[in-house]
């Protein structure tokens, strides 16, 4: 199964057709509906609508299709009915030019201050009184399955390219996880010759006041105490099992974007461990660089179903 990012755009036309009366017929042949989707990432699945008010009726029908197929993402359907050609201009009928008059001149007796009706606003009534009779539910309905068709393989091809980056990101941590591992051992053994010369040093300073056997105790349980302080092995040890898990969910795909970004947070905790245990500079480096990466792979878990 695909992954599939929640960034998206499609959009897809439906010129009219067949009408069943002599109105219909010119509002058909002079008008297509359009319509378009665009997605961004979001933690719910948000739909928003943008209708004309003859399509209205079919927003719940548009809201169901939509829902049965993407789960997370902010979802904007706008759908337009436009003119078909740039040129033309559609006549209204003289019965409607009569019933804009009267009506205006009823709203102007009651309101003198009243702007007139202008010629783009006769031009846009008309338009919409040849349309809002007119049945949509066969063209708007296949035509907004078709563009959730495109706006799915856009989406699986944005989530294509940043698994691949994701994949590369759990490639360059799994590196930095093997350059921190062997450096804990050898800290561990400096601090112990440390401590180790430290007590010959104190003992060359006390001149037997002190017994030897238990300020070497002392020194040891030092090092001992250190070494805990100091080691991280197991973050390491989670830190790749947190890899595991992500780069197996990117290959299984599907809805995986939440558990994402709760397995990123782990990851920024055992880093962030990590720097904090810290006993040397290139074990603080490897560190910050963990973060980073793994700062890196939480902006694209964001744009993951």
């Known amino acids: ?176 996880a093997a350059q921190a591992k062997p450096l804990v051992p050898q800290l561990v053994a400096q601090q112990r010759q440390r401590f180790m010369d430290r007590w010959k040093e104190a003992m060359a300073l006390t001149d037997g006041a002190t017994l030897p056997e238990m300020a070497q105790d002392r020194a040891l349980a030092e090092a001992t105490a250190f070494a805990i302080r100091i080691d991280v092995a197991e973050e390491i040890t989670r830190l790749l099992s947190h890899l595991d898990e992500i780069e197996r969910l990117i290959k299984k795909g599907g809805e995986i974007g939440k558990r994402l970004d709760f397995l990123i947070q782990e990851l920024h905790r055992e880093a962030n461990t990590m720097g904090s245990k810290s006993a040397a500079l290139e074990l603080t480096h490897i560190s910050v660089d963990m973060k980073v990466l793994i700062e890196q792979l939480r902006e694209q878990v964001q744009n993951i179903e």
């Open 1 to 176: 199964m695909p992954v599939y990012s929640m960034t998206g755009y499609a959009s897809a036309q439906h010129h009219a057709g067949h009408a069943s009366n002599e109105a219909e017929s010119r509002a058909a042949a002079s008008s297509h509906l359009g319509l378009e989707i665009r997605s961004v990432n979001s933690r719910f699945l948000d739909l928003s609508f943008r209708l004309p008010e003859e399509l209205r009726p079919y927003e719940p029908a548009l809201r169901e299709i939509i829902a049965a197929r993407v789960k997370r993402g902010k979802i904007e359907l706008r759908c337009l009915i436009e003119s078909g050609s740039s040129t033309a201009v559609p006549v209204p009928h003289p019965q409607l030019l009569q019933r804009l008059g009267s009506v205006q001149d009823s709203v102007r007796a009651w309101l003198p201050d009243a702007r007139p009706l202008s010629v783009a606003d006769v031009i846009r009534l008309g338009v919409s009184e040849q349309t809002s009779g007119r049945d949509w539910s066969k063209e708007i309905l296949p035509l907004a399955e078709q563009t959730l068709n495109q706006l799915l393989l856009s989406r699986g091809r944005e989530g294509e390219r940043l698994a691949s980056a994701m994949l590369d990101q759990i490639t360059q941590l799994r590196a930095l």
